[in-house]
C-alpha cells in the first residue's frame, strides 16, 4: 500500500472514530503524556496519522480538512513529508499564516466541539485553547480515551529498558539532599503534594537514567513528594535490586499504573498539590481539581536542575575536551575523504558517531546527527536517511549539528564547512552569522536577565542586510540528561526566565537559503558572574564561557567584514582549541589543527 493511501486511510478511520465520539474536529499534538519534546515510538500519534515526522507540530482533523501546524525549523521537512492531497500545512512564523484556534474559529460551525486527549496539553495550553476556543463559540472536550490509539492496531508497546543509577561521582548532590532543598520549596509555599511528570525533573532528582526516549537518558515515569515521603511511579520490570538499595528508605517505589490512585487519594484528602502548569498534563488537573486544592505554580526544580553544580560543571567541561577531540578528527576525515568521492552524507554521519564512541564515558548522541549537504542545508532539522542520502563533493557547504551524551555532560555543537572554494555570497553570510555569534559569545549583563533579552544580539548583523532565521538563538542543555533543557533560552518566545550561573545554553544563529544551503555555528557557553562587574548597583553581572572546543572554518570568514576585537576573539578561541585539543591527537590530525586554527 502506498503512502498516500495508507494516510488517507488512516485519516478517514479517525474521522470514523470523532463521529462516534461526538466531535467535530481532533488534535494530534506531538506530545506524550509526559510533555515530552521527543517521543518513544508508542506514542508518535501525529507522526502516524500524518507521516510528518519532525519534533514538533499539531495535526488537527476535521470531517472534511486535515492540517498540521509546525514552526519554522520544520517548513521544508513538512513540505516533503506530508502528501498535500490529504494534509494542508501552515507554517507558523510566516507572514499570512493562520494559527491553529483562528482556523478552528473560522472553519467549524457554531457550537463545534474540538476533542483532544488531556494528557497530550499541558494545563497551561489546555487553558489557552479553551479560552481561545470559547471566544468563537466553540468549546473542547477532554476524551478520556485516545481515539488515534483506537485505530493503531500495531502500536508499538511501552519501552522496557532497565533504569541504571547516575552516580554520585557525577551527580554532585545526593536524592536526599535534592529532597530536602523540594521539600523547603513546598514548606515555603504551603504544598502537601508535589507532582513530577517531567522525565528529565524525575531522573534528576532520583539520580536514575534510562533509555526510554531516543537520544534522551530518561525513563517514563511519575513522581509525587510529600512532607516526608517519595514515591517514583515506575514499571518494576525495569527495576533492579541496586536501584532500591541505591534509593533506600527515601524513596518508595510504586507500578506506574498507581500513580492515578495515588494522586487521587491525596486529592480526596483535600491536600495542597503543586502542579507545574507549563509541565504536567491537564488530565493530571483533573484527577486533582475535583477533589483537592491545586497549586498551579512553577516547580522549582526545573531551576535547581538547571543551575549545574560543580561536579556537574567539572563534568561539562571534561566532556567537551573529549568531544572536541572526536569532532575535530572527523573534521580532519572530511578533509581527506571527500576529494576521493566515497564519502556519503550517511556514511559521514556514521564516521562521527564512531569517533565518539571511542571516548571515555560515551553513552550515545544526545540527538539525531544532522549532516546535511548543499540545499539539505537550508532544512533547519534535516537528518540523512537511506531515501534522501547524497554524495559528498568537493564543493559546496556542509552542515554538521550534532552532539553527545557522557557519563559526565552532554554536548550540542554545530560546524559549517566548506567543501571546496566558496562564493563570495556564502562568506559574506557566514560572516555575519560569525559576528551574531561573537557578538553574544561576548555579551555581559546584569542579574535578572532573560535569555528573550539577548536573542537579538545574534541577529544584528544579519538585520541590518534584511536576512533572519525562523528558530531560537539558543537554548538550555542538560548534564547527562535532555539536550534541550528549560528553562534556559535565548529565544524571543522565552517565559522569561533569568540566566544564572551554572545553566549551560546553546549560541547557534544561522542562515538558510532555500534550496541552496545552510549555515549555522553552534557553541555552548556556561553562564558565569563577571568579575570585573565590581560594586555596580545594576550588579552583579554575568557573562558566557564557551565549553565547545572545536574550529570555526576559516575559509567561510570574510576578515574585511569583522572588527579588530571580533578578529582577536576568533583568533583567541582557536588558540584556545589548538592549546586544548592537541595532546589528545595523533600527529596527522594536530598538524591539520595547526593550519585550522591559524590566526586571521
Given at each position: 500500500m502506498g503512502k498516500t493511501v495508507m494516510i488517507a486511510e488512516r485519516v478517514q478511520r479517525l474521522r470514523d472514530q470523532m463521529k462516534k465520539a461526538g466531535v467535530h474536529a481532533y488534535l494530534v499534538p506531538s506530545s506524550d503524556p509526559h510533555q515530552n519534546e521527543s517521543v518513544p515510538p508508542c506514542w508518535r500519534r501525529r507522526e502516524w496519522i500524518s507521516g510528518f515526522r519532525g519534533s514538533a507540530g499539531t495535526v488537527v482533523v476535521t470531517q472534511d480538512r486535515a492540517a498540521l501546524w509546525t514552526d519554522g525549523r520544520y517548513h521544508l521537512q513538512a513540505q516533503e513529508e506530508l502528501d498535500p492531497r490529504v494534509f494542508t500545512l501552515f507554517p507558523l512564523g510566516v507572514p499570512g499564516v493562520r494559527e491553529l484556534h483562528d482556523w478552528l474559529a473560522e472553519e467549524l460551525p457554531e457550537g463545534a466541539v474540538v476533542g483532544v486527549d488531556p494528557r497530550l496539553l499541558s494545563v497551561e495550553e489546555a487553558k489557552r485553547l479553551e479560552d481561545l476556543l470559547r471566544d468563537s463559540g466553540k468549546g473542547l472536550r477532554y476524551l478520556e480515551e485516545n481515539l488515534v490509539d483506537r485505530i493503531w492496531e500495531d502500536r508499538p508497546p511501552l519501552p522496557l529498558e532497565l533504569i541504571r543509577i547516575h552516580p554520585l561521582k557525577f551527580t554532585g548532590e545526593s536524592v536526599a539532599s535534592k529532597l530536602a532543598r523540594l521539600r523547603e520549596e513546598m514548606t515555603r509555599r504551603g504544598a502537601d503534594v508535589h507532582v513530577l511528570g517531567a522525565l528529565d525533573a524525575v531522573a534528576w532528582l532520583f539520580n536514575l537514567r534510562g533509555r526510554d526516549i531516543p537520544y534522551s537518558p530518561v525513563f517514563i515515569s511519575y513522581a509525587l513528594i510529600t512532607r516526608d515521603e517519595a514515591f517514583l511511579f515506575v514499571e518494576p520490570r525495569k527495576l533492579h535490586p541496586q536501584i532500591?538499595?541505591?534509593l533506600g528508605d527515601n524513596v518508595l517505589l510504586r507500578p506506574y499504573e498507581d500513580f492515578e490512585r495515588v494522586l487521587a487519594r491525596?486529592?480526596?484528602?483535600?491536600?495542597?498539590?503543586?502542579?507545574?502548569?507549563?509541565?504536567?498534563?491537564?488530565?493530571?488537573?483533573?484527577?486533582?481539581?475535583?477533589?483537592?486544592?491545586?497549586?498551579l505554580r512553577e516547580s522549582p526544580l526545573f531551576r535547581l536542575k538547571a543551575m549545574k553544580n560543580p561536579v556537574e560543571l567539572r563534568g561539562m567541561r571534561a566532556c567537551h575536551l573529549r568531544d572536541g577531540a572526536a569532532l575535530v578528527r572527523f573534521l580532519h576525515w572530511l578533509y581527506e575523504e571527500v576529494p576521493k568521492g566515497k564519502v556519503t552524507e550517511c556514511s559521514a554521519a556514521r564516521t562521527l558517531e564512531s569517533f565518539r564512541s571511542e571516548m571515555d564515558y560515551w553513552q550515545g548522541p544526545s540527538f539525531e546527527t544532522i549532516v546535511a549537504y548543499n540545499a539539505h542545508g537550508a532544512v533547519i532539522h534535516y537528518t540523512p536517511t537511506p531515501r534522501t542520502d547524497v554524495p559528498l563533493a568537493p564543493e559546496g557547504l556542509l552542515l554538521v549539528d550534532s552532539g553527545g551524551h557522557y557519563l559526565d555532560g552532554t554536548t550540542d555543537v554545530t560546524r559549517t564547512v566548506a567543501l571546496g572554494p566558496p562564493s563570495p555570497e556564502q562568506r559574506r553570510r557566514f560572516t555575519l552569522v560569525l559576528k551574531g555569534h561573537i557578538r553574544l559569545a561576548r555579551t555581559r549583563f546584569p542579574r535578572g536577565t532573560p535569555g528573550r533579552q539577548l536573542?537579538?544580539?545574534?541577529r544584528t548583523y544579519l538585520w541590518e542586510e534584511d536576512l533572519d532565521y525562523r528558530h531560537g538563538t539558543g537554548h538550555g542543555v542538560g548534564a547527562y540528561l535532555n539536550v534541550h533543557e528549560a528553562p534556559p533560552s535565548l529565544s524571543?518566545?522565552?517565559?522569561?526566565?533569568?540566566?544564572?550561573?551554572?545553566?549551560v545554553v546553546s549560541n547557534e544563529p544561522g542562515y538558510y537559503e532555500e534550496g541552496r544551503y545552510g549555515i549555522r555555528i553552534e557553541s555552548m557557553m556556561e553562564v558565569v558572574e563577571d568579575p570585573k562587574s565590581g560594586s555596580s548597583p545594576y550588579g552583579p553581572f554575568y557573562k558566557f564561557e564557551v565549553m565547545t572546543l572545536a574550529p570555526i572554518d576559516r575559509r567561510l570568514v570574510d576578515p574585511r567584514l569583522l572588527t579588530p576585537d571580533e578578529r582577536i576573539w576568533l583568533n583567541s578561541y582557536h588558540a584556545r582549541v589548538r592549546e586544548a585539543l592537541t595532546p589528545l591527537l595523533d600527529q596527522e590530525t594536530r598538524q591539520w589543527l595547526a593550519k585550522a586554527t591559524e590566526p586571521l
Amino acid at each position: 500500500m502506498g503512502k498516500t493511501v495508507m494516510i488517507a486511510e488512516r485519516v478517514q478511520r479517525l474521522r470514523d472514530q470523532m463521529k462516534k465520539a461526538g466531535v467535530h474536529a481532533y488534535l494530534v499534538p506531538s506530545s506524550d503524556p509526559h510533555q515530552n519534546e521527543s517521543v518513544p515510538p508508542c506514542w508518535r500519534r501525529r507522526e502516524w496519522i500524518s507521516g510528518f515526522r519532525g519534533s514538533a507540530g499539531t495535526v488537527v482533523v476535521t470531517q472534511d480538512r486535515a492540517a498540521l501546524w509546525t514552526d519554522g525549523r520544520y517548513h521544508l521537512q513538512a513540505q516533503e513529508e506530508l502528501d498535500p492531497r490529504v494534509f494542508t500545512l501552515f507554517p507558523l512564523g510566516v507572514p499570512g499564516v493562520r494559527e491553529l484556534h483562528d482556523w478552528l474559529a473560522e472553519e467549524l460551525p457554531e457550537g463545534a466541539v474540538v476533542g483532544v486527549d488531556p494528557r497530550l496539553l499541558s494545563v497551561e495550553e489546555a487553558k489557552r485553547l479553551e479560552d481561545l476556543l470559547r471566544d468563537s463559540g466553540k468549546g473542547l472536550r477532554y476524551l478520556e480515551e485516545n481515539l488515534v490509539d483506537r485505530i493503531w492496531e500495531d502500536r508499538p508497546p511501552l519501552p522496557l529498558e532497565l533504569i541504571r543509577i547516575h552516580p554520585l561521582k557525577f551527580t554532585g548532590e545526593s536524592v536526599a539532599s535534592k529532597l530536602a532543598r523540594l521539600r523547603e520549596e513546598m514548606t515555603r509555599r504551603g504544598a502537601d503534594v508535589h507532582v513530577l511528570g517531567a522525565l528529565d525533573a524525575v531522573a534528576w532528582l532520583f539520580n536514575l537514567r534510562g533509555r526510554d526516549i531516543p537520544y534522551s537518558p530518561v525513563f517514563i515515569s511519575y513522581a509525587l513528594i510529600t512532607r516526608d515521603e517519595a514515591f517514583l511511579f515506575v514499571e518494576p520490570r525495569k527495576l533492579h535490586p541496586q536501584i532500591k538499595e541505591a534509593l533506600g528508605d527515601n524513596v518508595l517505589l510504586r507500578p506506574y499504573e498507581d500513580f492515578e490512585r495515588v494522586l487521587a487519594r491525596w486529592a480526596s484528602q483535600r491536600a495542597r498539590i503543586w502542579i507545574d502548569p507549563q509541565r504536567t498534563s491537564r488530565w493530571v488537573l483533573q484527577k486533582v481539581e475535583a477533589e483537592g486544592r491545586p497549586l498551579l505554580r512553577e516547580s522549582p526544580l526545573f531551576r535547581l536542575k538547571a543551575m549545574k553544580n560543580p561536579v556537574e560543571l567539572r563534568g561539562m567541561r571534561a566532556c567537551h575536551l573529549r568531544d572536541g577531540a572526536a569532532l575535530v578528527r572527523f573534521l580532519h576525515w572530511l578533509y581527506e575523504e571527500v576529494p576521493k568521492g566515497k564519502v556519503t552524507e550517511c556514511s559521514a554521519a556514521r564516521t562521527l558517531e564512531s569517533f565518539r564512541s571511542e571516548m571515555d564515558y560515551w553513552q550515545g548522541p544526545s540527538f539525531e546527527t544532522i549532516v546535511a549537504y548543499n540545499a539539505h542545508g537550508a532544512v533547519i532539522h534535516y537528518t540523512p536517511t537511506p531515501r534522501t542520502d547524497v554524495p559528498l563533493a568537493p564543493e559546496g557547504l556542509l552542515l554538521v549539528d550534532s552532539g553527545g551524551h557522557y557519563l559526565d555532560g552532554t554536548t550540542d555543537v554545530t560546524r559549517t564547512v566548506a567543501l571546496g572554494p566558496p562564493s563570495p555570497e556564502q562568506r559574506r553570510r557566514f560572516t555575519l552569522v560569525l559576528k551574531g555569534h561573537i557578538r553574544l559569545a561576548r555579551t555581559r549583563f546584569p542579574r535578572g536577565t532573560p535569555g528573550r533579552q539577548l536573542d537579538a544580539l545574534a541577529r544584528t548583523y544579519l538585520w541590518e542586510e534584511d536576512l533572519d532565521y525562523r528558530h531560537g538563538t539558543g537554548h538550555g542543555v542538560g548534564a547527562y540528561l535532555n539536550v534541550h533543557e528549560a528553562p534556559p533560552s535565548l529565544s524571543p518566545k522565552g517565559d522569561g526566565t533569568p540566566l544564572e550561573p551554572g545553566m549551560v545554553v546553546s549560541n547557534e544563529p544561522g542562515y538558510y537559503e532555500e534550496g541552496r544551503y545552510g549555515i549555522r555555528i553552534e557553541s555552548m557557553m556556561e553562564v558565569v558572574e563577571d568579575p570585573k562587574s565590581g560594586s555596580s548597583p545594576y550588579g552583579p553581572f554575568y557573562k558566557f564561557e564557551v565549553m565547545t572546543l572545536a574550529p570555526i572554518d576559516r575559509r567561510l570568514v570574510d576578515p574585511r567584514l569583522l572588527t579588530p576585537d571580533e578578529r582577536i576573539w576568533l583568533n583567541s578561541y582557536h588558540a584556545r582549541v589548538r592549546e586544548a585539543l592537541t595532546p589528545l591527537l595523533d600527529q596527522e590530525t594536530r598538524q591539520w589543527l595547526a593550519k585550522a586554527t591559524e590566526p586571521l
